[in-house]
C-alpha cells in the first residue's frame, strides 16, 4: 500500500513533492515510505517532509517535550508537597508515578473537558453516563473501562491497606493533574499528551507560517480525538489529504473490532488521488507458534533464521 502511495504521488505531483509534509503514526512507516519515494524519482528533486504525527504536533507549539525521569521528579515534587507528610520515597513512588503520567497524557490526548469531574469519587457506573453524556461512545468506553478496574479493586480490597492507599492517592489526581500542568507550562514544558491538547485549545493563536504548504495523512485507523481534531482543522484550511489502508477483506468485516472506526474515517477524510489497490490474490502462508516467554521467543526466532539461512 505505501508502494502504491508513493508511485501515485510521483505520478501526480513530482514537481511540486518537496511542497508535501507526509504525517505517520510512527518512524518506522515512514522509513518505507522514504525507501518506495527514492524508487520511483528518476531526476534530481527536493525531497518531501515525512514525520511522525508527534512531531506535526511539536512543529506547531513553542512547548518542548521532556522526557519521562524529569516528569516524574516534577511530578513527585508536588506530589510529596501536597500530602505534606506521609509520602512514601522516590524509590516508592515511582511505579505510581508512572501509571499516573500515562493516564494525565491520555486524558489530554482526547481532550476531555471537565478532568475535575473525571477524577471525582463516584459511586456508581451509571454516574459516569450523567457527567459525561457530551463525550463521544470511544470517550465513554475509556472511561468505564478504567472504572471498571477501579471498582474491582474497591470490591477486592474494600477493607485493606491497599485499597485505603489507593482511595487517598486517587483524591490527589485533579491536584497532581492540574498542578503539574502547571508546573511544566509556566517553563515552556509538556509531556505529549498536554503538548497535542495545547495546539488544538489554542489552534488560532498558531502563526500562519508554522504550517506547512500540504500535509498527507497516512496509515491512521484508531486515533485519539487530539489527532482527529488536528486532521480536521487542517482539511478546514485546504491543507490536508488522507490515505488509509482499508483493502483487506478482514478490515471490512463488521465484526472484527479493528474495523469499527474505517467508516467514520473513509467519511470525515477524503483522499485527492485515487490509488490502485493492492492484490490480495496472492496466498498467504501463516503460522501461529505459542510462546510461554520472552526467553522461549528468542529461542523460537533462533530456529526460524537458521532455517531461513539453510534455505
Not at 216 to 224: L, P, Q, S
Amino acid at each position: 500500500k505505501l508502494q502504491h502511495i508513493a508511485q501515485t504521488f510521483v505520478q501526480n505531483a513530482e514537481a511540486k513533492l518537496s511542497s508535501y509534509t507526509f504525517v505517520f503514526p510512527n518512524h518506522r512507516a515512514g522509513l518505507f515510505f522514504r525507501k518506495y519515494i527514492s524508487q520511483y524519482i528518476h531526476k534530481p528533486t527536493f525531497a518531501p517532509k515525512v514525520i511522525s504525527i508527534n512531531e506535526c504536533f511539536a512543529s506547531l507549539s513553542d512547548l518542548m517535550v521532556v522526557d519521562q525521569l524529569t516528569l516524574l521528579l516534577r511530578l513527585y515534587r508536588i506530589y510529596s508537597h501536597e500530602l505534606r507528610t506521609n509520602a512514601e520515597p522516590l524509590e516508592t513512588f515511582v511505579h505510581w508515578g508512572k501509571m499516573m503520567l500515562a493516564d494525565f497524557s491520555e486524558v489530554d490526548n482526547h481532550l476531555i473537558k471537565d478532568v475535575q469531574s473525571l477524577y471525582a469519587l463516584v459511586e456508581d457506573m451509571h454516574d459516569i453516563d450523567v457527567h459525561f453524556a457530551s463525550l463521544s461512545p470511544q470517550q465513554i468506553e475509556a472511561i468505564q473501562r478504567f472504572w471498571g478496574e477501579f471498582h474491582h479493586s474497591v470490591q477486592q480490597n474494600n477493607n485493606s491497606e491497599i485499597h485505603h492507599k489507593f482511595l487517598r492517592t486517587w483524591q490527589l489526581l485533579y491536584p497532581l493533574y492540574k498542578g503539574l500542568q502547571d508546573d511544566l507550562l509556566q517553563d515552556g514544558l509538556a509531556y505529549e499528551g498536554l503538548l497535542h491538547r495545547q495546539v488544538i485549545e489554542h489552534w488560532n493563536e498558531i502563526p500562519q507560517d508554522r504550517f506547512h504548504e500540504q500535509y498527507v495523512f497516512i496509515g491512521f485507523n484508531a486515533m485519539t480525538e487530539s489527532e482527529r481534531q488536528l486532521m480536521l482543522k487542517l482539511q478546514e484550511m485546504g491543507r490536508a489529504d488522507f490515505y488509509f489502508d482499508y483493502y483487506d477483506e478482514r478490515l471490512r468485516d463488521e465484526h472484527n473490532s479493528a474495523s469499527r472506526f474505517m467508516q467514520d474515517n473513509q467519511l470525515l477524510f477524503r483522499s485527492r488521488y485515487a490509488v490502485e489497490a493492492p492484490s490480495n490474490e496472492e496466498e498467504k502462508n501463516i503460522t501461529l507458534i505459542s510462546v510461554t516467554s520472552s526467553v522461549g521467543q528468542t529461542h523460537q526466532v533462533h530456529e526460524i533464521l537458521s532455517g531461513l539461512v539453510d534455505q
